[in-house]
């Protein structure tokens, strides 16, 4: 049937779209531990993470680089894994491993051979219910956050630019100090209040376990009673910070001199928390300005004016309200002031002119695109289902996350580019070639 | 209460490890290894010799496209760069397509679609399948290459260039290639500026009518699609592609240096020193060797494994060291790596060959071994997730040559790799006493240190060999006299005196923006610089003999008391003429290679400390090298500039060229220079 392929993409932009069902099973133990199981038996092989709900945003502000500190701590062993014996188990397991921390949580995984999951579940249980938390490994890791932040931001260039924003666009809120936090502050703490730490967030109530893979839900199930069922609860309830950050009254900017070749203009505007109408409209908003060869920024700054070298724009998903940036690298010979103007323009441009249907519908054809090869993984599907648990408390969102950004109108899109794409809520950031700075002073 | 005994027992018996007995001491062994099924594929080929596979993947509703032409490399000569070149411009235009139309047909569709000399690859969800098949087939087909494009590209170029020239592991990865297959091997070949600059649509056409053929290409499609479906669209869309004659060439294969060799290239002011140790390989895909080197590679650094443990966990000495063993259809190569910190870079290469040594001499223990396999049996595993693997693992079959259970036995095959195997790998592809050690970082540390790993060779940041400066300073050679030979060969002492003013215009291209550049001088000491950009003015620095500023774009900084005095210096045109009275102490410093090219340095003190050095060619006399540093917050910043290109100006010899280096490089071509052409005071003007 010649045709039969062109009548497919009509029957699909009618019908509303169920990108695929990823089926789970999820329940909570007695402990406060919520688990979510996703089966599937394609490839050999099973993702088992650990999502504990505590990041920067649960920390002392004396004590700045807690929750990404332990993520390296987790590492040093436990009461039966002497230090090292983490990753030799996993490398002879086949396995890989690794964790991240941002401002609301640390996320850890294996992915591991299917004939592996209970060395994985061990582990983790090994991990929440006596991680080895001693002089040694602190006094290690101290060494290699320095190192890592040495090579992820001073070294890199425009490396410390994410933490640049966050420090200027909040003056009360957590979210004003960066992820790795003070090396001071990790100094100065004690043993008792890396112990202090630990026994807070580190309970099974504050955490989810989410696996994915070549499993049996039955036996999966039996196991993760074995390692987590007696674990006990945290003794006081999670601290959660209250703090709402007041409303921006006025543009704040900033010169940052660094060792790169080009100046880079950063603009980023505060938006609300990640799963509200609005956070959908700005996402969509950045995607229309910076995703794709034709996009917005790309095809009018980047090629026809040749004026950067390089644009992206990205709204940070996050459990308070958090940040839109755009990030734009000149080309040799422009100024920061011009590239700022040309992307002003551009959103200006939105904020005047509906954006077309045809536009609209390129947008979601993207949004849709994104949405199923998120699931690509059993990886990517662990960590969407812990996340879509936590943060809106809803795990189906997995396989309906999608209509959310379908219902986004052409209208939204110009009310919220309207409403926060403004200076009043904005900071903005040069980077400069630390040879300016020497010019503008020797004249 | 019995009953609620007995049945807690039971319970208890059936469901062992509840609560209670379950010992957290004993580590979990693993169950039964899961089959490992490699996924299906589809075959068929058209008529006009497309081959095409078919792996079908309903997991998600999305497919993939990659289409890849199996010939041989090409040596480009003086264009080198023209193919990959052409490989960006297929994205950027067809027949009946412009850049922002292809643009807008990938994005509509939230697919994702890039090219390269021999590939283009398309991603999309199911329903848009067609559209992007349509497209690939559009650019395979029916590419359009227009100048516009090509110079975009080129330009693009120049920027990468520039910024990898203060790039380390950039710098590595070329003269890798260069030591490891030689300049006059497509896989050694280096692109320049001067290459970029010979890049033209000709060339990029040649290659493309040459080699976009369906005799010679393989289209892997992948995902929720069958072969049912697959075939019509493809017959429909490469069905009229012209099967065509394919140049084949042939290479002579590279050899490995007779002894271990030092190759050094300098880089400014490196803390760290990028280290290699690599020769080339012969080692095909599938053949009977490749599993078995790859355990041995593995073991050696494919992983946290010997190098690993050795430099980092043991020494300290690196972030990370790795080996890499490449396989390749005409010659690969052995690559052992790291970054160290200067100090430690003579131990480094010890142990990096001490280790390479080891394997070759010494069996690997059983456990060692079984660690090494169990990571890559995981790796295997894991990668079967990806159905571009089983794409891969398809065409390779057929491009290679490989027996169709290639694949399907690679983990059997993987479990039978014995010590005796990799010690006989190592000694065939590991060759510690016939690599090139190569060391990018400061040249003279680097020199000194390495010295006794083996005869040294110096390269600049293009893979050429440098001549070490055999020229010695000749005997009784004062500055007064190098002075004398620069202004002889400038047009002689008596002409340069005559000289009360210089006009200078220039321009230089950067990203895409031409900037005009011109600088006027008037004796005794005034001086204007100017940079603008389509007709504003971007920089001006002045100096009208008392007192100077700086204006970057409207923001004006007067010279400070430092600033002032350099002014009076810098605002002579020939300062040669009399230093002692400008109150500039010299001194012969030595002779340094300046563009391959011997030249005499000259240091100079000038009023208030400030210094600076000048080079002079030894074989023509004239300047070519000015360089001075200044204090700044962020430490000491040196500037470099160059000359070149000098011409003949009303018999005075000027340079036309001028190179400014101040972490930025700027190439400013001077179109105009005059002389006493009438100056006014006003030029010069500060307010």
Redesign the interface.
Known sequence: M?NS??I??L??VLIPLR??NIEYTEFTLDNGLHVILHQ?N????VAVSLFYHVGSKNENPERTGFAHFFEHLLFEGS??MKRGDF?K?L??????NNATTDQDRTFYYE?????????G??ME??RM?HANILQEGVDTQREVVK?ERR?RVDNRPYGSFMEQIFKHAYSQHPYRWSVIGSLEHLNQASLEEFMAFYKEFYVPDNAILSIAG?LDVGQTK?LV???F??IPRGEKPIKRPEIVEPEQTAEIRDVI?DNV?LPGVMMSYRIPPQGTPDFYALDMLMTLLS?????RL??EIK?RQ?KA?FTGAFPLPMEDAGQSIIFSL??????P?ELEAALEAEIDKVKQELISE?EL??LR??????F??Q????FGVAGNLARYHAYFGDTSLINKELDRYLKVTREDLQRVARKYLVKKNRVVLYYL???E??????? | MRKGCVSFILALALFPGLAGDLDRSVVPQAGPAPEIKLGDFAFFELENGLRVFVVENHKLPRVAFSLMLEHDPVLEGEAAGYVRATGEMLRRGTKTRTKAQIDEAIDFVGARLFTADSMIFAASLKKHGETVLELMADMALNAEFRQEELDKIKKTTLSELQAGRDDPNTIAQRLRNVLAYGKDHPYGEVQTEATTDKISLELCRTYYKNFFRPNIAYLAVVGDITEAEARPLVEKYFGTWQRGPVPTYTYPNPVTPSQTSVAVVHKEGAVQTVLEVLHPVILKPGSPDAIKASVANTVLGGGTFRLYNNLREDKGYTYGAFSNLRKDRLVGEFVASCSVRNEVTAASVQELLFEMNRIRDELVPAEELSLVKNFMNGNFARSLEDPQTIARFAVNTARYDLGDDYYSNYLKTLAGVTSADVQAMARDFFLPKRSWVLAVGDADVLISELASVGPVHRFDIYGNPVKPATVELPEGLTVQAVFEAYLKASGGREKLQTVKQISTEGSFAVGGMNLVYSSHKKAPNKSVTVLSMEGNEVMRSVFDGQKGAQINQGMKVDFDEDGLKRARVEAQIFLELDTQTLGITTALAGVDMINASPAYKVELTLPGGAEATRHYDVKSGLLVQASSTMETPQGPMTQIVEFSQYRDVDGISYPHAIIINMGQRMEIQLKKVAFNAGLEDTLFQVD
């Open positions: 010649k392929w062109a497919w993409p029957l699909f990108a695929q599937d394609a490839t050999p092989i009461k039966h990753d188990l490398l002879n397991a086949g396995a890989t992915v591991l051979p299917s004939n592996q999951l209970e060395l579940l061990w249980a090994e219910l190192e090579m070549d039996q009673n074995k390692y069922g007696d001199y070749q995703q794709g060869e034709s996009s790309n095809k090629d040749q070298l000149v080309s040799m010979g422009v100024t002031e045809k519908q390129k054809n993207q949004k849709e695109n994104e199923v090869n699931n690509a993984t059993v070639p630390k040879a700075q020497k010019k503008e002073k020797n004249g």
